[in-house]
């Protein structure tokens, strides 16, 4: 099976995107992270939910997080707050690295090692060419987890 073969519509939005629609976008379809396209449309960066979430923690919960027990109800239900007004580039980390980008030719262990490389939940699957990067859509590790187990579970059926 190739990349083109796993590769799914996903949503994706542009680092000039709002963060609060963004958090929902990902909180609505319980998404591991989102795809972060750039100006011209292709992709800049993932965007974990994790990292998200770690934006709506104040720092000094983050280095301190015997604090979050001080914190009062009140309180934390405006932790949203943070994202209100910002940009999805602004909640991306000062290290976002590219996204990882699979060929469409690439197989599906290709893809895996490339997700393991770079501790990824989703690889995008696009081509590349003088005009820039065309993106066709994107694996995420659940779907490849599915297809490889179901391939390995196909495999391991014993027949009579």
Do not use: F, N, W
Not at 6 to 11: D, Q, R, T, W
Not at 141 to 148: G, I, P, Q, V
């Amino acid at each position: 099976m190739r990349a083109r073969d796993l590769a799914v519509e996903y949503e994706s939005v542009s680092v000039d995107s709002d963060a609060l629609e963004a958090a929902r976008l990902m909180a609505e379809h319980k998404l591991p992270a989102l795809l972060v396209l750039d100006e011209r449309g292709e992709p800049k960066a993932i965007l974990p939910a994790s990292q998200m979430v770690k934006v709506l923690v104040p720092a000094y919960v983050v280095e301190d997080p015997a604090l979050a027990a001080v914190v009062d109800e009140q309180h934390a239900d405006r932790l949203c707050q943070a994202l209100a007004g910002r940009r999805v580039g602004d909640c991306l980390s000062g290290s976002a690295a590219a996204p990882p980008i699979a060929d469409p030719d690439d197989t599906a262990l290709e893809v895996a090692a490339l997700m393991a490389r770079v501790r990824s939940p989703l690889v995008a699957v696009a081509t590349k060419d003088k005009a820039g990067t065309h993106l066709l859509g994107v694996v995420t590790a659940s779907h490849l987890l599915h297809e490889l187990l179901g391939k390995a579970g196909a495999a391991s059926t014993p027949t009579a």
